[in-house]
């Protein structure tokens, strides 16, 4: 009896040491299994946290391409680039992400969300592309704002938007990049757009503009707040693409094919130039002032459709050199002249377009200008800008108080 009581109990005995056994080891278990789905569940939570509909690159880093399931460096994208993403089901094995517009990939860790994509310069989306292709070589840079964006290891064949001696601008992702000579196989003749091409365009000026119920100036340089509405209306309603003093100075070198239906609205010295800002605003039209810095603060312009330009910072008084209305630019020392030049060009941020006070110049006006750093300069001459004028002496047609809309149009088709 003793010995099967013994038995008895070195079987239980056992049995008790098998159960906590067993448990130790299925708790084990579920502790590495909960472990596993805790880290699966972090590593869930850490991709997602880098995925957003718009994302932006933190550090240089690889571009891929996927190949029967595998990812194949293609290229490069620079630190500060933003991205949009195509829309997808984000897994704990998720490795990368796939970009919109570019079919490529790019790994996770290397982006951070944010809210939104930079409003990005579409200008360029009214030039006429070249009916021209550039064929780059099979490793490829794309510049812009003189920095490389996208190092891409494989031939790119693109329409030409812009011109440049250093190379050629492609649309690329949305966005204008530069493609330098250097990565540049052969540029070949493509029939991209066969839309016309402006072959002339008119530069407008006009100078104060009074609103409605003010009938203070009766001087032919005023016109009505009803006579701008009249002349930006007929530019609305016939389309027309309106400049600044850059696309101009590209159209002048050809370096960009620009709508038959172009223009570039000029306004002179800056009083009361305020007034056509809700104007320009309203009908969504773009202007350049050219302002007296002297006599006129800046700050007191400031919209994103009204560029503002040289018109000196003071040298707009008469009766200082022989001929004309005796603008200073003629004749004055070459050390007032520069002063006088660089002054103004500092307070407008470094603009390269500038007008001749009175319209007057000569040789040695143009040649301070150049010193200084000014790349075009305009005069009156009532007809249109062609390419390859002299960038120095750029006609405008001069609007008064009694241009009718009938001359109005005349003038500008």
Known sequence: MKKKTKVVIIILSISVIMLTIGSFFFYQQKQQEKKKMEQEQALLKEIKSHYNNYVEVVKDTKLYEQEKKKYKEIGKVTKGEQLTLIPEKITKDTKY???????????????????????????????????????????????????????LNKSLDLPIIRKEDIGSYVEYNDELYLIKNEDIEKIYPKENNNSQAATS???????????????SCNESICHSENQIKEHFNYLKENNYFTLTTKEMEWFIDSKVRLPEKSILITIDDGSRAENFIPLLEEYKINATLFLITGWYEKEKFASNYLEIASHSNDLHIPGKCPGGQGGPIKCLEKETLLADLKTSREKLDGTEAFCFPFYEFNNYAIEILKEVGFKTAYIGGMKKVTPGINKYTIPRISLNRNTTLNEYANYIK
């Open 201 to 215: 365009i008119a530069t407008t000026a006009y100078h104060f503009i009074y609103l409605n119920g003010d009938d």
């Open 97 to 151: 992400f796939k970009i919109e517009g570019l079919n490529y990939y790019i790994k996770y860790k290397d982006l951070k969300k944010i809210d939104s994509i930079e409003e990005k310069d579409h200008r360029y989306k009214n030039y006429l592309p070249f009916n021209e292709n550039v064929l780059t070589k099979e490793k490829v840079n794309l510049y812009q704002n003189d920095k490389v964006a996208y190092t």
